[in-house]
């Protein structure tokens, strides 16, 4: 069978992400010719090559990967599902018969909302599908024999779900197929573009988070030769120089995060890469750091969404604001570049824990010069409310959105937060007012005078 595996728009007016998932899938379609195509790769006129490649190739099946809910731009698209779906809709029109099959994360999050959205995808495989999808491919008219599998019922067109799989053995996989994607414009993009997977699932449960729904809380980790493996490979087959480990987070466990680095280290591998990194101290001893360093990791990337103790037990965190003072610490020791990125909106948020996270911002500037290289605050972006998750619970118990809303446009909005924000702007400025007026009682109003 000829199947072409495309990716799907990702946010398009972010960095280009190699397409690893794919790269996974055409590893396990053997016996069937693949080819991979990302439409990212042409965002000025993507139908122009996406057609050739279709007339082309004639796959019998084309497998699209949804990855991101958020795509649309505003004032272009009227919403996010209108990019995806004229993509699928272009594939129907210039080859009817053929079969769409659709995956990924946005799909995995959303599966019901989106087949009945893209009535052109004709089934789907749920979260991960280095199994589900071969086995698809040979019981396309059958699907519901398969575990894991989206469909629509043939009696009546309604959509079915066969029931999840058990997680795979994720360290028993074949790597990727990198001979089929080109890195080098994912290289020239970003240095987070390129990515490999030394582990997939997380132990931690912070409320907003969908990865536990997607990969579970089990941490099925691989072995750290067969990871730096995969990197030598990129490295001296595919010319790659920077990476991302897309691993929910990579020093959890420490000991399996030190072994890939010994490994980078052993074999001189001439890599910089990043990470997501956990923030509690006992997770960044000085050895994992010692050896980070070694390995090339240039840019520790935190995502501790706050640091007010009150809000991070609200987040359910495992770390605290001793633990946020510790990463400036630990980095300004091993002289390693940090990025935080934070909520700014979170549930029982107030002024006190907003000013919080200005404070931890100055200290972290003061702390760390240049090497603080990004603090991102979405604040105009307030926690997206991912299906599964605690937050969604909370939402609904709330009252804030309705027991049957779909999360497609959800976001946790906080109005309490404003109200506070504004509260404590309104006690600073009273509190310098204040100050300004005893300042002028005691000097005799000459403060006002020499400033006039
Ligand atoms: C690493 C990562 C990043 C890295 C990517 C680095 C890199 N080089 O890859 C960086 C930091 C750049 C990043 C950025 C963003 N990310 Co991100 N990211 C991830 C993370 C943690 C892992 C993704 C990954 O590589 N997985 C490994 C591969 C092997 O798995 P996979 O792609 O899911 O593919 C498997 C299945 O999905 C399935 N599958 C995939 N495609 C297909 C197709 C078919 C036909 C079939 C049958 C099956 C199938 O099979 C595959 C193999 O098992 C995920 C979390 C997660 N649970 O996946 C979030 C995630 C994908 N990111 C997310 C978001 C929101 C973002 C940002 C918008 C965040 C931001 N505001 O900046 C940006 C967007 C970037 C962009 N340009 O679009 C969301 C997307 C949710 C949604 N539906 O919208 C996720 C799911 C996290 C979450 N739960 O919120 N991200
Ligand atoms: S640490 Fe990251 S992946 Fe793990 S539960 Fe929290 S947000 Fe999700």
Known sequence: MRVLLVQAFTALDMELVYPIGLAYLAAHLDGHEVEIFDLNLYRDDPYTPFGETLDRFQPDVVGISLRNMKVAM????????????????????????????AGGTAFSLYSEAMMKRLPAIDMGCWGESEFSFPELLTKLDRPWEVPGVYYRDPADGSVKFTGHRPKLDFKSLRHPRRDLVDAAPYLAS????????????????????????????????????????????????????????????FNIPVSHAIDICKEIVDRRL??????????????????LMIWLKRAGCGLLSF????VDDRMLKNL??????????YTVEVAKKHGMD??????????GEDWRSLAAIFKFLIHARLQLGGQLRMFTLLMMNPIRIYPHTRLAELARESGMIPEDHDLIEAAYWNPGAIQHAVTGWKATARALYDVRRRWKEFTGNTYSSVTR
């Open 74 to 101: 505003p004032g272009v698209h009227t919403d996010d599902f209108q990019p995806q779906q004229e993509a699928i809709e272009f594939v129907k029109k210039r080859l009817p018969g053929v079969k769409v099959v």
């Open 190 to 249: 970003s240095f987070v573009s390129v990515g490999v997977q030394s582990k997939r699932g997380c132990a931690l449960r912070c409320i907003h988070c969908s990865d536990t729904f997607l990969l579970g809380h089990q941490v099925r980790m691989r072995d750290p030769k067969d990871v730096v493996d995969e990197i030598q490979e990129l490295v001296e087959d595919h010319g790659v120089q920077q990476m991302f480990f897309c691993d929910q987070i």
């Open 270 to 287: 001439e890599v910089a890469w990043s990470a997501w990194f956990n923030e509690h101290r006992n997770t960044l001893p000085d050895e």
């Open 303 to 306: 995502s501790p969404d706050h």
């Open 316 to 325: 359910d965190k495992n770390f605290r604001y001793e633990d946020m003072l």
């Open 338 to 347: 940090v990025e935080y990125s934070f909520f700014l909106n979170s549930p």
